[in-house]
Protein backbone atom coordinates (compact mmCIF):
# COMPACT_ATOMS: atom_id res chain seq x y z
CA UNK A 1 0.00 0.00 0.00
CA UNK A 2 1.36 3.53 -0.90
CA UNK A 3 2.72 5.28 1.84
CA UNK A 4 2.43 8.45 0.53
CA UNK A 5 -0.37 11.51 1.35
CA UNK A 6 -1.38 13.20 -1.10
CA UNK A 7 -1.71 16.90 -0.64
CA UNK A 8 -5.57 17.61 -0.66
CA UNK A 9 -7.17 20.14 -3.75
CA UNK A 10 -10.65 18.46 -3.02
CA UNK A 11 -12.78 19.47 0.23
CA UNK A 12 -12.17 16.59 3.13
CA UNK A 13 -15.52 16.46 4.63
CA UNK A 14 -15.07 14.24 7.92
CA UNK A 15 -17.55 11.05 6.98
CA UNK A 16 -20.38 9.57 8.58
CA UNK A 17 -19.29 6.59 10.92
CA UNK A 18 -21.48 4.12 12.11
CA UNK A 19 -20.77 1.19 13.97
CA UNK A 20 -20.64 -0.29 10.80
CA UNK A 21 -17.75 1.37 8.64
CA UNK A 22 -15.95 2.12 11.98
CA UNK A 23 -13.00 -0.24 11.10
CA UNK A 24 -12.89 1.15 7.67
CA UNK A 25 -12.57 4.88 8.74
CA UNK A 26 -10.15 3.40 12.11
CA UNK A 27 -8.03 2.18 9.07
CA UNK A 28 -8.50 5.08 6.57
CA UNK A 29 -7.14 7.26 9.81
CA UNK A 30 -3.54 5.26 9.37
CA UNK A 31 -3.60 5.27 6.08
CA UNK A 32 -4.27 1.78 5.74
CA UNK A 33 -6.93 0.41 2.69
CA UNK A 34 -9.50 -2.23 4.48
CA UNK A 35 -12.68 -4.07 3.19
CA UNK A 36 -15.20 -6.70 5.02
CA UNK A 37 -14.36 -9.81 3.24
CA UNK A 38 -16.88 -12.93 3.20
CA UNK A 39 -15.48 -15.55 4.80
CA UNK A 40 -18.27 -18.01 3.39
CA UNK A 41 -17.78 -16.76 0.04
CA UNK A 42 -15.08 -14.72 -0.37
CA UNK A 43 -16.85 -11.56 -1.58
CA UNK A 44 -15.37 -8.13 -1.18
CA UNK A 45 -17.80 -5.97 0.18
CA UNK A 46 -18.29 -2.49 -1.01
CA UNK A 47 -19.79 0.05 0.44
CA UNK A 48 -18.24 -1.61 4.12
CA UNK A 49 -21.37 -2.89 6.09
CA UNK A 50 -21.43 -6.20 8.20
CA UNK A 51 -23.41 -8.74 5.77
CA UNK A 52 -22.31 -9.56 2.30
CA UNK A 53 -24.43 -8.83 -0.36
CA UNK A 54 -23.61 -11.96 -2.69
CA UNK A 55 -24.89 -14.56 -0.29
CA UNK A 56 -26.00 -12.44 2.86
CA UNK A 57 -23.72 -14.28 5.38
CA UNK A 58 -23.16 -12.11 8.51
CA UNK A 59 -19.40 -14.17 8.52
CA UNK A 60 -17.41 -11.28 7.38
CA UNK A 61 -13.70 -9.98 8.38
CA UNK A 62 -11.67 -6.67 7.70
CA UNK A 63 -8.61 -7.75 5.81
CA UNK A 64 -5.96 -5.23 4.09
CA UNK A 65 -6.15 -4.42 0.31
CA UNK A 66 -2.82 -3.55 -1.24
CA UNK A 67 -4.02 -0.31 -1.93
CA UNK A 68 -3.78 -0.74 -6.01
CA UNK A 69 -5.96 -0.96 -8.82
CA UNK A 70 -6.96 -0.08 -12.39
CA UNK A 71 -9.79 2.51 -13.40
CA UNK A 72 -12.88 0.85 -14.59
CA UNK A 73 -14.73 4.23 -15.53
CA UNK A 74 -14.52 7.57 -14.83
CA UNK A 75 -16.25 11.17 -15.91
CA UNK A 76 -15.75 14.59 -14.98
CA UNK A 77 -18.05 16.58 -12.45
CA UNK A 78 -18.61 19.96 -14.04
CA UNK A 79 -20.91 21.10 -10.99
CA UNK A 80 -20.70 19.88 -7.63
CA UNK A 81 -23.17 19.58 -4.70
CA UNK A 82 -22.49 19.94 -0.73
CA UNK A 83 -19.22 20.65 -0.07
CA UNK A 84 -18.03 20.07 -3.57
CA UNK A 85 -19.94 22.89 -4.88
CA UNK A 86 -17.07 25.81 -4.73
CA UNK A 87 -14.78 22.94 -7.03
CA UNK A 88 -14.31 23.80 -10.68
CA UNK A 89 -14.36 20.52 -11.80
CA UNK A 90 -13.15 17.15 -10.36
CA UNK A 91 -13.02 13.39 -11.12
CA UNK A 92 -15.46 10.79 -10.25
CA UNK A 93 -14.01 7.10 -10.72
CA UNK A 94 -15.23 3.24 -10.24
CA UNK A 95 -11.96 1.64 -9.29
CA UNK A 96 -11.04 -2.55 -9.61
CA UNK A 97 -8.80 -2.69 -6.92
CA UNK A 98 -6.44 -5.37 -7.54
CA UNK A 99 -7.86 -7.77 -4.84
CA UNK A 100 -11.27 -7.47 -6.47
CA UNK A 101 -12.93 -5.38 -4.94
CA UNK A 102 -15.20 -1.99 -6.86
CA UNK A 103 -14.63 1.08 -5.29
CA UNK A 104 -16.64 4.47 -5.65
CA UNK A 105 -13.79 7.05 -5.55
CA UNK A 106 -12.50 10.33 -6.54
CA UNK A 107 -9.06 10.51 -8.95
CA UNK A 108 -6.11 13.03 -7.32
CA UNK A 109 -2.90 14.77 -8.52
CA UNK A 110 -4.23 13.85 -12.51
CA UNK A 111 -5.17 16.28 -15.88
CA UNK A 112 -8.22 14.25 -16.64
CA UNK A 113 -7.34 14.74 -19.85
CA UNK A 114 -4.61 12.14 -19.04
CA UNK A 115 -6.68 9.33 -17.60
CA UNK A 116 -7.78 6.26 -19.27
CA UNK A 117 -9.85 3.24 -18.63
CA UNK A 118 -7.51 0.18 -17.68
CA UNK A 119 -5.05 3.02 -16.03
CA UNK A 120 -3.32 2.06 -12.80
CA UNK A 121 -3.88 3.68 -9.95
CA UNK A 122 -2.83 3.87 -6.37
CA UNK A 123 -4.50 4.99 -2.91
CA UNK A 124 -3.52 8.27 -1.08
CA UNK A 125 -4.82 9.48 1.99
CA UNK A 126 -6.85 13.06 2.56
CA UNK A 127 -6.89 13.88 6.07
CA UNK A 128 -10.43 14.40 7.09
CA UNK A 129 -9.94 16.17 10.89
CA UNK A 130 -9.05 13.76 13.96
CA UNK A 131 -12.13 11.66 13.44
CA UNK A 132 -10.70 10.23 9.52
CA UNK A 133 -8.83 10.12 6.58
CA UNK A 134 -10.78 9.90 2.98
CA UNK A 135 -9.21 7.54 0.54
CA UNK A 136 -8.65 8.65 -2.68
CA UNK A 137 -6.90 7.46 -5.64
CA UNK A 138 -3.89 9.04 -8.04
CA UNK A 139 -2.07 7.20 -11.09
CA UNK A 140 0.69 4.72 -10.12
CA UNK A 141 3.73 5.92 -10.07
Known amino acids: MSEHTASPALPTPIPY ?12 REHRLVLPVCTECETHIWYPKAFCS ?3 SMAVEWRD ?3 LGTIYSFTQVHRGEGPYREVPSFVLALVDLDEGARVLTNIVEADPADLRIGQPVQVVFHEAGEAAALPRFKPAT
Open 54 to 56: ACG
Open 65 to 67: MSG
Open 17 to 28: ISPETAPFWAAA
